[in-house]
Structures are given as structure tokens and as C-alpha cells.
């Protein structure tokens, strides 16, 4: 098989070749040979006009499996520019909720002409994805399919079988089956809960085909609503090991959030995460598909702002300049103290970040994360600064200077790792991502801080500075 590069580079030169009236046959053969899957992989290191080209090439079905794949710019950019009543085509072959995503991407007038244009032939469908519009961004609202199956709890086994038999193409999964009740036609109940598995083993073990769905059915129910936020449910389906869950407004069974939506959500949330811990803005694009001014646009934002902040280092250092030419050998030892500090305070942060976003730890645990983290960056700063002592008897200082060496290590440190571990479960608690208390902040912030600590500590033990 080829690779992402290898097909790429197959159907950039495909594009390249003279178009007849029949058609190119290297790029028609190039698509007939290659999954959609694979060309939307490929598609990361083609142009935009390029992806369109591609887009075009592709009959209607292959053509919207692919525009519910590519990346948000690119898709955009399709949406855009390919010919109106074939994007409409394309919104009526894809599933709602992947119809929602594509059309996310249009311009607003370009998404009220389609969804014009999709009520002329598919009303309900146009009116679905207006639905699922209206819910926030990064919601399970926006993420949820009504494509399910339903069943009655007063259903027979043979009866429930013949209606999965039977059930509409368009329903995403049949892993799990939805047991509803219908309070009247603007509301549906849910009440319990079978998989596909259950209710074959259930129609074998009780050898009654007329035993009731209700019989075995699971009535506690786990369920999230429309507004939760995507990571949420993305983190309930892996901690049930879920296929599918259902999504509830105000009680109303209105549709279920598919796992295959909740690994892209995964996908992209850790992304950012990465991203912001580094201190990166997180982008939409592949890595390759960023001009030289995206990666700027990227990272010179958080670099002024770390240069800013780092100006405290230099502020406090000139502000103990006196006692820097009365010890010289103090600035010698400015670089390890700030270093290990800020790489201390870099994995207090990175591992607390990653347990909130795991749920382990909530605002509630902030008490006992702080002394679990202030009891490790007492052993991490005591192994250190003995290392530290050492070092500098070593380098032939006296033993004053390597008490303050010594000493402020443990402080630097103890006070690095309480910081990381704290600021993230504060920023979580207001409602901010907590990964944008990234490790270089957690570095830059530590770095001035800690020359307070160690010069103060200097200015107790070492005779010249009094």
C-alpha cells in the first residue's frame, strides 16, 4: 500500500497530466484503486485547489465521503468554490451530524444558500442540521446523529430482531439498541438500554421467542445532554467502554454521540493540548500544509508574551546587582537554580494538565494535589540540592555559598511544583483551558520568583551580604 506521501505525490502528478474530453485516465485510475480514507490522508500534502481538483474528479458517493473527512480548511475551501448544487447532493448523502461539521465551515451566506437550496429536496434533513447548528461549538449537541435504533420495551425478542432487520440504512450503529417510550410526537422517553449482543444471548438463554425486551433490558442508563462539552463525553464513553451515547434535552431522548466522533474529538483535543503546553496556538491545518507566516502567526504571540514576562528575571536580577559584585559567584549558579526550577514546575504542569483532562483530579483534590506535588518537590529538591551542595565544594567555593546553593534548590523546587500543579485546577475552575498555563509560562514564571528565593536565602547565610 502506499504511503500518504507516495499517493500524494501519485495524484499531484495525475493533476499535472492533460485532461481530455473522456477524462484523465491516470488520475481515474489513481482514485479507483485508493479508499477514500487513504486519499483524505493524502489530501494533508495537496494544495487546496489541488483537493478540489480531486474532489470534483470523484463520483457523488466517494465525493461526499471525502468531504466529510478533510481538514476544516479544506473543506471550507471546497465548499466554497465546487459547484453549489453538488455540495447540496453531498449533504444529503452524508450523516447529519457529519453535514453539520461540513457546513460549520461555509461562510454564512454560503450555508444559508445550501441550506436553502437542501430544503427544495431534503426539508427534514436541512431542518436537522439547522438543529444541530444551534447547539455551542465543541458540544455533544453539535456531535450527536437522531440516526439510532429504537425499540419498545413491551417488544418481543422476535419482534425486537425484526426491527433491527429491518431498520433504515441511515441508522449509524446497531451495537447498542435504544428502548424509548413516546410521550407525544415532540417527545421521546428513554428508558433503558440493550446491545445487540444481549439480545441474542437473551433469546438463547430463555428459549421463550416471546419474552419481553423489558425482561432484560438495562433501565440505569448513562447519559450526557446537549450541552455537554465534547471532552466530557468523550471521557464518560471511555470510562463505560461505550459504543455510542445517548445525548438527553431536558429529558427528551433527541439523538446518541458515536464513538467514531468521539476518537476525532480525542484526536483533536490532545492535539491542542500538546500544542498549548508548548505554547503554540493550536490550528486547524497539517503541520505541512502551514505557510512560513502561520508558523509565525503561531508562536510569535506567546513568545512576546514569554519575552515579556521574562523581563521580571531580568528585573530581578539587576535589582540584586550590588550583591552579585560583592559575590560574584553567585551568577555562576543563576542557570541551574532557574533551570531545574522551571523543568520542575514544566512536569508538575504537563502531569496535572493531562489528569484534569483525564478527569483524575477536579477542583476538590486541589488541597491534595498541592501536598502530594509539595511532598515529591521535597524529596526531588532535597536529592537535588545536595547534588547542588556538592557541586559547588567541588568548583572550591566555601561551604557557605553551597548551603545557599543547597538550600535554595529545595526552595526553587518545592515552590515550582506547587505552582504547576496548583495554577492548572484554578484556571480549570474558571472555566479556562488549563493547558494554556503552559511549561514555558510555569519556566518563565518560576524563573523570577526563584531568584527572589535565592537571593534572599544568600542574604541570610553568606557573611559578605550582611
Known amino acids: 500500500m502506499a504511503t500518504q506521501t507516495e499517493l500524494s505525490a501519485r495524484l499531484r502528478a495525475a493533476l499535472k497530466g492533460p485532461v481530455s474530453g473522456l477524462g484523465d485516465l491516470g488520475l481515474t485510475s489513481t482514485l479507483r484503486a485508493v479508499r477514500v480514507e487513504d486519499i483524505a490522508e493524502a489530501a494533508r500534502e495537496l494544495s487546496n485547489p489541488e483537493i478540489l481538483a480531486v474532489f470534483n474528479w470523484l463520483d457523488n458517493e466517494r465525493a461526499a465521503e471525502l468531504l466529510g473527512l478533510l481538514n476544516d480548511e479544506a473543506t471550507s475551501y471546497v465548499v466554497e468554490n465546487a459547484p453549489s448544487a453538488r455540495i447540496t447532493d453531498m449533504l444529503d448523502r452524508l450523516p447529519m451530524d457529519d453535514a453539520a461539521d461540513v457546513l460549520d465551515e461555509a461562510s454564512p451566506e454560503k450555508l444559508e444558500e445550501l441550506l436553502t437550496s437542501l430544503e427544495k429536496t431534503a426539508p427534514d434533513d436541512a431542518e436537522e442540521i439547522r438543529d444541530l447548528l444551534s447547539y455551542p461549538e465543541r458540544s455533544a449537541g453539535r456531535l450527536m446523529t437522531d440516526a439510532f435504533m429504537r425499540l419498545r420495551a413491551d417488544m418481543s425478542v422476535n419482534e425486537a430482531f425484526a426491527a433491527v432487520r429491518d431498520s433504515d440504512d441511515e441508522v449509524e450503529t446497531l451495537s447498542d439498541l435504544y428502548i424509548t417510550e413516546t410521550v407525544n410526537e415532540d417527545r421521546e422517553v428513554l428508558i433503558g438500554v440493550i446491545s445487540l449482543r444481549e439480545l441474542v444471548r437473551a433469546g438463547a438463554r430463555r428459549k421463550d421467542p416471546n419474552v419481553k425486551v423489558r425482561d432484560f433490558m438495562t433501565t440505569d442508563v448513562i447519559s450526557v445532554s446537549t450541552d455537554t462539552d465534547q471532552e466530557e463525553c468523550a471521557r464518560l464513553i471511555s470510562k463505560y467502554d461505550f459504543m455510542a451515547m445517548p445525548v438527553l434535552e431536558h429529558g427528551n431522548f433527541v439523538g446518541i454521540v458515536t464513538v467514531d466522533d468521539i ?7 490532545g492535539t491542542e493540548d500538546m500544542l498549548a503546553l508548548g505554547a503554540v496556538t493550536p490550528t486547524e491545518k497539517p503541520y505541512l500544509a502551514n505557510s512560513i507566516f502561520d508558523l509565525f502567526k503561531q508562536r510569535f504571540g506567546w513568545l512576546l508574551l514569554l519575552f515579556v514576562a521574562e523581563s521580571m528575571t531580568g528585573f530581578v536580577l539587576r535589582n540584586y546587582q550590588g550583591e552579585l559584585e560583592k559575590v560574584v559567584a553567585l551568577s555562576f549558579f543563576v542557570p541551574l537554580l532557574i533551570g531545574s526550577g522551571g523543568n520542575a514546575g514544566a512536569q508538575a504542569v504537563t502531569t496535572i494538565t493531562r489528569a484534569l483532562a483525564l478527569g483524575e483530579v477536579n477542583f ?10 509539595a511532598r515529591a ?12 551542595f556538592v557541586r559547588v565544594l567541588i568548583w572550591g567555593n566555601g561551604p557557605n555559598l553551597a548551603l545557599v546553593i543547597g538550600i535554595s534548590q529545595l526552595v526553587v523546587i518545592v515552590w515550582a511544583v506547587t505552582v504547576g500543579s496548583s495554577l492548572p485546577i484554578v484556571f480549570k475552575r474558571l472555566g ?8 514555558p509560562f510555569i519556566t518563565t514564571l518560576v524563573d523570577a520568583t526563584g531568584l527572589i528565593f535565592y537571593f534572599t536565602i544568600a542574604h541570610i547565610l553568606l557573611p559578605e551580604l550582611k
Not at 364 to 373: C, L, N, T
Request: negative net charge; proline residues 3%.
Open 432 to 439: 479556562l483551558d488549563p493547558a494554556v498555563m503552559s511549561a
Open 377 to 388: 518537590g521535597l524529596l526531588l529538591g532535597s536529592a537535588l540540592g545536595l547534588v547542588g
Open 263 to 269: 476518537i476525532d474529538v480525542l484526536v483533536e483535543e
Open 364 to 373: 476538590r483534590d486541589i488541597v491534595r494535589v498541592i501536598w502530594r506535588e
